[in-house]
């Protein structure tokens, strides 16, 4: 035998010696790799409810008949973003048809910034980005009781120097003229950063967002090639004086003026009459969301939200306070829709819906003499609804499924992010066959399978379902925090030679938030809360002439018990003098926030803050000089 050793080849020798060392590292590679997570047994990450996918619902169920409805409120108001997918799940054609000519759309005016910037450009439709316009102008100018009164119209000075382009100016298309970076395109002036982003008409003209400048002029077409500065500029076919509509850029702190009065009310009237169809459809006791929501649904559920919130600060205006708080209702129930069965992004838009309704109520409450049963009835009402909504914990089970699919569809198209932020793959039709190949290969070597990455993917998400049971506290923000800690590896290597099952682990880095998506809940939960308590209280300044010194004055005539403030589990804090940057008459109740830290309800920013702002505070009055609101 040893003579037949002594025989071997050079090359035998040398593979014999070779396969040692292979074998013990390999050995090592196999033995040493840790798993990423460990399973939490008896915690349950599946879904409580009823899987149901948008297949399952029938014609007549809620959740159909809101999509009918979102869909014809689109088709009535002219607005073409709704996407083809939510007009297919409800039979219609996947384009809506164009507006009749001769019917009402909801196509903003002149007034609104970028609405038609070219010639050709059609103009911008009504949308979600609209109704937030009108919303955070309402921040700063409640809803006129009255229009405004109609400018009056002054005449166009001439500019310190003209120069056209090589096309016509006075097209009746609508040619370019150009002034020193401003240039005249139908009945707008657009200019660029020339004269520091102002135009020639200084306080009459608009500041631009991005560079893009706009004035809203409206005048003939024909112009005088040259003018003398501060002299009228003249028609050149008729040889009179040019007259403007003074405007002011649509600013959030600019005064309302008459047409933007008009365009409000005009897209209130398209949409309007769709929001009585709502009643029916949220006290159905079936009323729920598929349990992996299509996302083409979320943006017209959006835009509905805010336009509830214009119409009930226009009814509230006109001092019909019953139908004020009827669309605010309508925004409480239709979130808590959104969130029966839905996941993360359900939530997410519900939360929005419900941050947008409560600053709504809290303009209402504190600008207008809303009568005491009302103001005692929305206090209830804002409450229970705080009471009944879908539990957080619930957000998460859903989840889970959402991400279970993504698993297998991501070993069918491989495409992960590395540690280091690299992205490679392969898709569908992607002509890189030796990539798909070397990684059916080399996939199962590191220990990632699809089973594998879906059982670690469901223990992450016990750890997380574990977290969303507890109360939130400083401490379980602090687990969760930890949690997504150990996700990351400390580097490449780490991450292929020492976890098992490394592309699972980049999965979970991919699809779990780095910020604890329960803060936002709490936060959400915490402006019901302090909202409810505003109420008590405002109800009873104006019943008594004054605040009480304590809450518990509050109970029972008021509200049924004082809510606690959910970031500490403690009663919700109350100022009924002195809050610290508000005059001595004001008051205040608040909660701690996010940061775990009484405060003494400091804070600039009515129920919102950031890391100057800790506190969110419900107070009686705004802050001087306060220009926006954060959103927890």
Same mark, same amino acid.
């Given at each position: 035998?040893?003579?037949?050793?002594?025989?071997?080849?050079?090359?035998?020798?040398?593979?014999?010696?070779?396969?040692?060392?292979?074998?013990?590292?390999?050995?090592?590679?196999?033995?040493?790799?840790?798993?990423?997570?460990?399973?939490?047994?008896?915690?349950?990450?599946?879904?409580?409810?009823?899987?149901?996918?948008?297949?399952?619902?029938?014609?007549?169920?809620?959740?159909?008949?809101?999509?009918?409805?979102?869909?014809?409120?689109?088709? #009535?108001?002219?607005?073409?973003?709704?996407?083809?997918?939510?007009?297919?799940?409800?039979?219609?054609?996947?384009?809506?048809? $164009?507006?009749?000519?001769?019917?009402?759309?909801?196509?903003?005016?002149?007034?609104? $910034?970028?609405?038609?910037?070219?010639?050709?450009?059609?103009?911008?439709?009504?949308?979600?980005?609209?109704?937030?316009?009108?919303?955070?102008?309402?921040?700063? #100018?409640?809803?006129?009781?009255?229009?405004?009164?109609?400018?009056?119209?002054?005449?166009?000075?001439?500019?310190?120097?003209?120069?056209?382009?090589?096309?016509?100016?006075?097209?009746?298309?609508?040619?370019?003229?150009?002034?020193?970076?401003?240039?005249?395109?139908?009945?707008?002036?657009?200019?660029?950063?020339?004269?520091?982003?102002?135009?020639?008409?200084?306080?009459?003209?608009?500041?631009?967002?991005?560079?893009?400048?706009?004035?809203?002029?409206?005048?003939?077409?024909?112009?005088?090639?040259?003018?003398?500065?501060?002299?009228?500029?003249?028609?050149?076919?008729?040889?009179?004086?040019?007259?403007?509509?003074?405007?002011?850029?649509?600013?959030?702190?600019?005064?309302?003026?008459?047409?933007?009065?008009?365009?409000?009310?005009?897209?209130?009237?398209?949409?309007?009459?769709?929001?009585?169809?709502? =009643?029916?459809?949220?006290?159905?006791?079936?009323?729920?969301?598929?349990?992996?929501?299509?996302?083409?649904?979320?943006?017209?559920?959006?835009?509905?939200?805010?336009?509830?919130?214009?119409?009930?600060?226009?009814?509230?205006?006109?001092?019909?306070?019953?139908?004020?708080?009827?669309?605010?209702?309508?925004?409480?129930?239709?979130?808590?829709?959104?969130?029966?069965?839905?996941?993360?992004?359900?939530?997410?838009?519900?939360?929005?819906?419900?941050?947008?309704?409560?600053?709504?109520?809290?303009?209402?409450?504190?600008?207008?003499?809303?009568?005491?049963?009302?103001?005692?009835?929305?206090?209830? =009402?804002?409450?229970?609804?705080?009471?009944?909504?879908?539990?957080?914990?619930?957000?998460?089970?859903?989840?889970?499924?959402?991400?279970?699919?993504?698993?297998?569809?991501?070993?069918?198209?491989?495409?992960?992010?590395?540690?280091?932020?690299?992205?490679?793959?392969?898709?569908?039709?992607?002509?890189?066959?030796?990539?798909?190949?070397?990684?059916?290969?080399?996939?199962?070597?590191?220990?990632?399978?699809?089973?594998?990455?879906?059982?670690?993917?469901?223990?992450?998400?016990?750890?997380?379902?574990?977290?969303?049971?507890?109360?939130?506290?400083?401490?379980?923000?602090?687990?969760?925090? =930890?949690?997504?800690?150990?996700?990351?590896?400390?580097?490449?290597?780490?991450?292929?030679?020492?976890?098992?099952?490394?592309?699972?682990?980049?999965?979970?880095?991919?699809?779990?938030?780095?910020?604890?998506?329960?803060?936002?809940?709490?936060?959400?939960?915490?402006?019901?809360?302090?909202?409810?308590?505003?109420?008590?209280?405002?109800?009873?300044?104006?019943? #008594?002439?004054?605040?009480?010194?304590?809450?518990?004055?509050?109970?029972?005539?008021?509200?049924?018990?004082?809510?606690?403030?959910?970031?500490?589990?403690?009663?919700?804090?109350?100022?009924?003098?002195?809050?610290?940057?508000?005059?001595?008459?004001?008051?205040?109740?608040?909660?701690?926030?996010? =940061?775990?830290?009484?405060?003494?309800?400091?804070?600039?920013?009515?129920?919102?803050?950031?890391?100057?702002?800790?506190?969110?505070?419900?107070?009686?009055?705004?802050?001087?000089?306060?220009?926006?609101?954060?959103?927890?």
């Amino acid at each position: 035998m040893n003579e037949e050793k002594r025989g071997w080849p050079w090359w035998k020798k040398l593979l014999t010696a070779l396969a040692v060392p292979l074998l013990a590292l390999l050995g090592l590679f196999f033995g040493l790799r840790r798993s990423w997570i460990e399973p939490l047994p008896g915690v349950r990450a599946e879904p409580t409810r009823p899987v149901m996918a948008r297949s399952h619902f029938g014609p007549e169920s809620p959740y159909l008949r809101l999509l009918n409805l979102l869909v014809d409120i689109a088709d #009535h108001s002219g607005d073409a973003s709704v996407s083809a997918g939510l007009l297919m799940a409800v039979g219609r054609s996947p384009w809506l048809a $164009p507006p009749d000519p001769s019917e009402p759309v909801a196509e903003l005016a002149w007034w609104w $910034p970028e609405t038609r910037l070219l010639p050709d450009m059609p103009p911008r439709r009504s949308n979600s980005d609209t109704a937030q316009s009108v919303l955070q102008k309402l921040r700063h #100018h409640p809803w006129p009781t009255t229009p405004p009164p109609a400018p009056v119209p002054e005449p166009v000075y001439a500019l310190p120097s003209v120069t056209f382009d090589s096309e016509d100016p006075f097209s009746p298309e609508g040619g370019r003229l150009e002034t020193n970076g401003i240039f005249h395109a139908r009945d707008m002036f657009v200019g660029g950063e020339t004269f520091d982003e102002r135009d020639y008409f200084g306080d009459q003209g608009g500041m631009t967002d991005g560079g893009v400048m706009f004035g809203g002029w409206k005048y003939s077409l024909g112009m005088q090639e040259e003018g003398m500065p501060g002299k009228p500029l003249l028609d050149a076919r008729t040889g009179e004086p040019i007259y403007r509509t003074p405007y002011a850029a649509f600013a959030e702190d600019a005064p309302w003026i008459l047409e933007q009065y008009r365009d409000v009310r005009r897209i209130l009237e398209l949409h309007e009459p769709f929001f009585p169809a709502l =009643d029916p459809i949220l006290a159905d006791p079936a009323a729920r969301m598929p349990t992996v929501c299509p996302y083409d649904v979320l943006p017209p559920v959006r835009k509905l939200f805010s336009w509830l919130a214009v119409a009930a600060q226009v009814k509230a205006g006109a001092g019909d306070w019953d139908g004020a708080f009827l669309c605010i209702g309508r925004i409480l129930q239709l979130a808590d829709m959104l969130c029966r069965g839905g996941a993360m992004s359900n939530h997410s838009i519900a939360w929005t819906g419900v941050q947008t309704a409560m600053e709504s109520v809290w303009f209402v409450a504190s600008r207008h003499p809303v009568p005491v049963p009302v103001l005692k009835q929305a206090a209830r =009402d804002i409450l229970a609804h705080a009471d009944t909504a879908e539990p957080y914990v619930e957000a998460v089970r859903n989840e889970w499924l959402g991400i279970e699919s993504r698993v297998h569809e991501s070993y069918r198209y491989p495409s992960f992010k590395t540690h280091g932020g690299i992205w490679f793959g392969a898709g569908p039709g992607d002509p890189q066959p030796w990539f798909r190949a070397a990684f059916v290969i080399l996939a199962p070597l590191t220990g990632s399978t699809p089973e594998a990455s879906t059982r670690n993917l469901h223990a992450c998400c016990q750890h997380v379902v574990a977290l969303a049971e507890q109360p939130f506290s400083a401490r379980s923000q602090a687990e969760y925090d =930890d949690l997504y800690a150990r996700l990351p590896p400390d580097n490449e290597a780490a991450l292929w030679f020492g976890t098992r099952d490394p592309l699972g682990r980049l999965l979970a880095m991919n699809r779990f938030p780095k910020k604890n998506p329960r803060t936002q809940r709490t936060a959400h939960d915490a402006q019901l809360h302090g909202m409810a308590l505003f109420l008590a209280l405002r109800a009873y300044e104006l019943e #008594h002439g004054g605040v009480p010194d304590t809450l518990g004055a509050l109970v029972p005539d008021y509200l049924p018990r004082i809510p606690e403030d959910p970031f500490d589990g403690q009663p919700f804090r109350y100022l009924p003098r002195a809050v610290p940057g508000l005059p001595p008459d004001a008051w205040a109740v608040y909660s701690i926030g996010e =940061d775990f830290v009484d405060d003494g309800g400091t804070s600039r920013v009515v129920f919102g803050y950031s890391w100057d702002m800790p506190d969110l505070v419900f107070p009686s009055r705004p802050y001087p000089g306060e220009r926006e609101r954060r959103q927890p």
